[in-house]
């Protein structure tokens, strides 16, 4: 089969995925490791391997750019400290604690396989990144607080380039062939701030750039050349590139929010977040393929005791960091330092590191083994428990509440739609009067049930009339944005006065989404008038006036 009919049905798998996980509320990524597992056995496709050349070249800049283009920087700037420490000497301590725990644990469990400390430490490199993306969007499905999903995706950024780095730095020392212990350190250090001084440097040139354009495809483009030439450039001035990356991303996320009209902004966030969904679903997919079963099975022991040294290093390192930040402005709940242990989940980054093992290695074979082990337990076990523990811990509230008011809203919506059919059937004359006001009364008694049933929650649970204030007004917006196209297309608008329109409509659009113009308060004015966008988002067809 040719690589492109391939990449087509690995696409129709993973929309299918998508719709069967929301229907059954299972996390997306979980859903498509497992679609993968499935076919892979099966042999129904073969997809390309995920190897190191893939993943650098084409999901890595995208899927990182994007989510650091959406950080919040001021919770980035409140929380650095927390963030900087687990991405930084969190990394080297989990490393080292993995390899400490994982050696004695396996000696201890007589495991036919042999576990040296050169082989831990190694594996305790690999195991470093954590891949979060199935827990922070189940934060976001659930409502668990802002900060606390920030947090864990923050780290997670800058752990993947960290982690790549120390990875390097760990097989060079352990086969001999570059740098001493202390070595080690620096030459981290000095991979880690030159990729961040040329992501830095791109980000800037591309900001500028933005802010003196008014053009969404060109500033689209800007944004991809970004991503990508700040991951190319420092990989090849022998730095890090997805710390470069992830400088990049920042900074040009900074500039979007103040150089980007609103309308601009609107198109290349969209444009992100289809490229974050299509890079991970592609991912998630390929994991599937990769992991062979029998060898898992083969050597299930050494990946249970090795799942339960990362679990370890992890739940240390998250409680050292807690408990030095607890008397400071940055203080991490104990709820939440529980959240951040569970929810360190390991994904494709660290397959495909183990598969760059140089074939020559010893127990190469048994060390990628053990990693795809892990990772496929990681994203199974913990992204699927998830949600129970933020329940059990208190992070989110129960869900029976937000169930019953979906129930609520349902059957409203329902009802008024049926009782708009009757009416439209007796104006007809298709029933007799009798039967209508009959029907009439059933329904009108199921309404106001249902209406009841909404204030007594909207009463209980003031978070529930929040989000339905907050749906209502975007789609008064959206209605908002049709009426000035639909305007537009008659002629009762012209480019200019629509272009304005459709700022407006974006700006606040973009507030509310953003939480800046929380539901029930009037819109903030913006600190200067939006500049006319040349190309809207949805630009309508030239013939307008």
Known sequence: MHLEAIVLLLFVVATAVAIVARRIRLPYTVALVVAGLVLGGLHALEPPHLTRELLFTVFLP????????????????????????????????????????????????????????????????????????????????????????????????????????????????????A?????????????????????????????????????????????????????VGAEQ??????????????????????????????????????????????????????VKLGSLLASWQLVLAAYGAVLAARAGVVIAVSGLLSRTAGRIPPSWSAILSWGGLRGGL???????????????????????????????????????????????RPGVGRIAYELYRGRLKATQTVLTELDAMSRGGALERPVVESLRRDYEARLAEAEAGLGDLHAERAELQQDELRLVRRRLLMTEREQALEAFHEGLLGREAYDRLVGDVDQRL????????????????????????????????????
């Open 179 to 231: 740098f001493s212990a202390s070595g080690v350190v620096t030459e981290f250090a000095t991979v880690v701030g030159l990729g961040a001084g040329v992501g830095f440097l791109v980000g800037l040139v591309v900001s500028k750039a933005i802010q003196s354009l008014d053009d969404p495809m060109i500033e689209t483009t800007l944004t991809t050349i970004a991503a990508y030439g700040a991951f």
């Open 237 to 290: 001035l022998h730095g890090s590139g997805v710390i470069a990356t992830v400088v990049a991303g920042m900074v040009c996320g900074q500039g979007a929010r103040t150089g980007m009209a609103p309308t601009t902004r609107v198109a290349v966030e969209t444009f992100w977040e289809y490229v974050a969904f299509a890079l991970n679903s592609i991912v998630f997919l390929l994991i599937g393929f990769e």
């Open 62 to 177: 995208g899927l990182i750019f994007e989510a650091a283009f959406h950080l919040d920087l001021a919770g980035f700037r409140r929380d650095t400290a927390a963030i900087v420490s687990l991405a930084l000497p969190g990394v080297l301590a989990g490393t080292f604690l993995t390899a400490v725990i994982l050696v004695p644990a396996a000696s201890l469990l007589q495991l036919p396989q042999a576990v040296t400390w050169h082989h831990a430490l190694v594996f305790g490199a690999l195991m470093a990144a954590t891949d979060p993306i199935a827990v922070v969007g189940l934060f976001r499905t659930l409502g668990a607080p802002r900060r606390l999903a920030a947090l864990l995706e923050a780290e997670s950024l800058l752990n993947d380039g960290t982690s790549i780095v120390l990875f390097s730095l760990v097989l060079g020392y352990v086969t001999g062939t």
């Open 350 to 396: 660290s397959m495909v590191l183990a598969l760059s093992l140089p074939p020559g290695f010893p127990n190469r074979d048994l060390l990628i083994a053990t990693t795809f082990g892990v990772v496929v337990v990681s994203i199974l076990v913990q992204g699927l428990t998830m949600a129970p523990l933020l329940r059990r811990l208190g992070v989110v």
């Open 510 to 545: 973009l507030a509310l989404e953003s939480g800046e113009d929380e539901p029930g308060e009037p819109a903030s004015a913006p600190a200067r008038p939006p500049r006319p966008a040349v190309r809207p988002a949805a630009r309508p067809p030239d013939g307008g006036s």
